[in-house]
């Protein structure tokens, strides 16, 4: 089986598919497809499976002229016929792990793929999740799923293992092609044939690590990483702010040492599908082991109130020029999760819009990357335009992420008065009205 498959990767002749076609499965399907792999994409949703095979791009990290040109070649196409399955050599489970509303993990989706694929599995086929997990997903969740469903055996007629996706949504520099890739593997076999497969596909390089726990773990850490320090810079900014210290201008000074120090930013909040998240799978999973993660709760304590914190700041930024929050009108300017990119997901920015129309204010956002979110089953919408009048017409602009094609010096020319909590007008001259956070 080894050899076989070694031997298909090598002259390209592996079909591949891919299980969620969102901002990680995608991409990673047209990197497959450029490479010369037949690729066939699955997902539950028809518009998606549509706009694929009409070679209509709708992620960011995907150019769309090369979707176009796979899709014209046959080198690509997308189905919701799981049956389609039986067609394919690989297969990467590329699907959402949110959390549920006790902040406990949500496996369904996962659970969902394994069980609609497993009967379509052929022998000698290898499975890949890609979906950011807690240790243990792989091998306790995810085999018994498909080896009862596909009456394989992994290690003898599937190959099973954990590669965890590393998508940075915006970056202009590290994209799905030249990010450099972790694989673990039930198997030695299955690690050799799985890493191949990446090697074949992208230029960031490939790392094999001895099981799927330890490249779940390791997910699990880049994520945790960052929110341990995120935590860490938004608790010194909330001490900054009593001492009257600018902590914008204190981390700027820390990262001038060439070693020892990486520079994290305060904000309202943490957003994005991962490490809001990631820790409290992390955190789920120790307590089966009757430990706690004390310091990674810690730094999701002081995160998760940071949009609270933002909005009394607003409130003391208003009340120095004689207003209270209840009945001002506020201008919201962002609400992606990060600068530069039209995904919303656990952007911090909404719980700040809903805090602030909860104590009163009158809410309006904008943001030219995100005409329109829903939240908590509602919709919102973007105002058309950043004009003088609407920014003129708020008693207060909150800035809650920092895309670079919103004119800060023109939003500081006309606005009464501006929180920043992204510190995105740096560069603006006259700072009178702009306090920062």
Not at 190 to 210: K, Q
Not at 320 to 327: E, F, M, V, Y
């Amino acid at each position: 089986m080894k050899e076989t498959l070694l031997k298909k990767v090598k002259d390209r002749s592996i079909v591949c598919g891919t299980v969620g076609l969102g901002y990680v499965g995608l991409p990673l399907a047209v990197e497959k497809a450029k490479a010369g792999f037949k690729t066939i994409g699955f997902d539950v949703q028809v518009e998606k499976v549509d706009m694929v095979n009409r070679g209509e791009n709708y992620i960011g990290d995907v150019v769309n002229e090369d979707l176009a040109a796979l899709v014209t070649s046959g080198m690509i196409a997308a189905t919701s016929d799981f049956s389609r399955i039986a067609d394919c050599d690989f297969v990467a489970i590329c699907v959402p792990t949110p959390l549920d509303k006790h902040q406990q993990p949500d496996t369904s989706y996962m659970e969902a793929s394994a069980k609609e694929i497993a009967p379509h599995l052929k022998r000698g086929v290898m499975v890949v999740l890609e979906s950011t997990t807690y240790p243990g997903t792989t091998e306790e969740l995810i085999k018994p799923i498909l080896e009862q469903g596909s009456g394989l055996v992994c290690g003898e007629s599937l190959y099973l293992g954990f590669s965890p996706e590393r998508v940075d949504p915006g970056n202009l520099v590290y994209k799905t092609k030249n990010t450099p890739k972790v694989v673990g593997a039930i198997g030695e076999d299955a690690l050799e044939c799985i890493a191949a497969v990446y090697e074949a596909v992208l230029e960031g390089g490939v790392t094999c690590v001895s099981s799927p726990a330890v490249a779940e773990m390791e997910k699990i850490l880049e994520n945790t990483y960052r929110n341990v320090n995120i935590g860490l810079v938004n608790e010194l900014a909330m001490l900054c702010d009593r001492m009257d210290i600018n902590v914008w201008e204190v981390i700027d000074a820390a990262k001038t040492k060439p070693y020892g120090f990486t520079a994290f930013y305060p904000g309202p909040g943490l957003g994005g599908h991962c490490i809001p998240l990631d820790p409290y799978y992390l955190s789920w999973k120790a307590r089966e082991y009757g430990f706690h993660t004390s310091m990674i709760e810690a730094s999701m304590m002081v995160n998760d109130r940071m949009p609270e914190y933002c909005v009394d700041r607003a409130a003391r930024v208003l009340n120095g020029r004689g207003k209270a929050l209840n009945g001002s009108k506020v201008l919201v300017l962002g609400v992606a999760y990060k600068q530069d990119i039209d995904d919303y997901r656990e952007s911090p920015a909404l719980p700040v819009i809903e805090h602030l129309s909860a104590r009163g204010a009158d809410v309006s956002y904008y943001d030219p990357w995100v005409a329109e979110y829903r939240h908590k089953g509602q919709s919102h919408s973007s105002i058309p335009q950043l004009t003088a009048e609407a920014v003129e017409g708020a008693d207060l602009v909150m800035v809650a992420c920092a895309h670079t094609n919103v004119d800060y010096d023109f939003v500081q020319s006309h606005a009464q008065a501006v929180f920043d909590t992204k510190n995105a007008m740096k560069s603006v001259k006259h700072r009178d009205n702009i306090e920062v956070l």
